[in-house]
């Protein structure tokens, strides 16, 4: 992936045809040289030659710059994202047992407001903070059919929508601690 955005890039096609340049007037100096042109001329195109080669080399330079610095952001994006998930993994592990704990309340909360299982996995799903969309793209169900469910969801626990049904679980648990 890093190569590919090497070499799609306008700089790179850029810094070719410059390189390019300077070796078809060098080969056109030496045939000019050989056919006898005049000093001028030749002082002209060895200047063109001279030209593209140093816009060249330092296209290359800026080229080589900027990928060390693409490189360096992939490996800061893959060392932030490895932390992350690291972290994600000490949390789950360190609230592993509230969490299930919590699960079991949610899933008794459920029952006593008669969900199908149907409707408990949308409202799992919507707690986890899933579009209605998305919800339907995971359940292989029609978006309008998700939506009749949390209507339904709603209607059983008292409840007017998504932000209710996530504060009726967890506004007591988001309580400040003293310092």
Same mark, same amino acid.
């Not at 409202?123 to 029609?142: C, D, F, M, T, Y």
């Given at each position: 992936?890093?190569?590919?955005? @090497? !070499?799609?890039?306008?700089?790179?096609?850029?810094? !070719?045809?410059?390189?390019?340049?300077?070796? @078809?007037?060098?080969?056109?100096?030496?045939?000019?040289?050989? #056919?006898?042109?005049?000093?001028?001329?030749?002082? =002209?195109?060895?200047?063109?030659?001279?030209?593209?080669? /140093?816009?060249?080399?330092?296209?290359?330079?800026?080229?080589? *710059?900027? *990928?060390?610095?693409? $490189?360096?952001?992939?490996?800061?994006?893959?060392?932030?994202?490895? $932390?992350?998930?690291?972290?994600?993994?000490?949390?789950?592990?360190?609230?592993?047992? +509230?969490?299930? #704990?919590?699960?079991?309340?949610?899933? =008794?909360?459920?029952?006593?407001? =008669?969900?199908?299982?149907? $409707?408990?996995?949308?409202?799992?799903?919507?707690?986890?903070?899933?579009?209605?969309? $998305?919800?339907?793209?995971?359940?292989?169900?029609?978006?309008?059919? /998700?939506?009749?469910?949390? %209507?339904?969801? +709603?209607?059983?626990? #008292?409840?007017?929508?998504?932000?209710? %049904?996530?504060? @009726?679980?967890?506004?007591?648990?988001? /309580?400040?601690?003293?310092?």
């Amino acid at each position: 992936m890093r190569d590919l955005f @090497f !070499w799609k890039s306008k700089r790179t096609h850029l810094f !070719w045809v410059l390189l390019a340049v300077t070796v @078809f007037e060098l080969f056109d100096i030496i045939g000019d040289f050989r #056919g006898g042109e005049s000093f001028a001329h030749l002082l =002209g195109e060895g200047l063109i030659s001279f030209a593209s080669f /140093v816009g060249a080399v330092g296209l290359g330079r800026k080229i080589l *710059r900027q *990928r060390a610095e693409h $490189e360096e952001a992939l490996e800061n994006a893959h060392k932030a994202l490895t $932390e992350a998930k690291a972290e994600a993994a000490r949390w789950k592990n360190e609230a592993s047992t +509230y969490l299930l #704990g919590l699960s079991h309340a949610i899933d =008794g909360q459920f029952q006593r407001w =008669g969900l199908t299982l149907a $409707e408990k996995e949308i409202g799992l799903l919507i707690l986890k903070g899933l579009s209605l969309k $998305e919800i339907a793209v995971i359940r292989n169900v029609s978006e309008k059919t /998700v939506r009749a469910q949390s %209507l339904a969801i +709603y209607s059983k626990s #008292g409840l007017k929508g998504r932000a209710e %049904l996530s504060a @009726f679980f967890l506004e007591d648990l988001l /309580v400040p601690t003293e310092g």
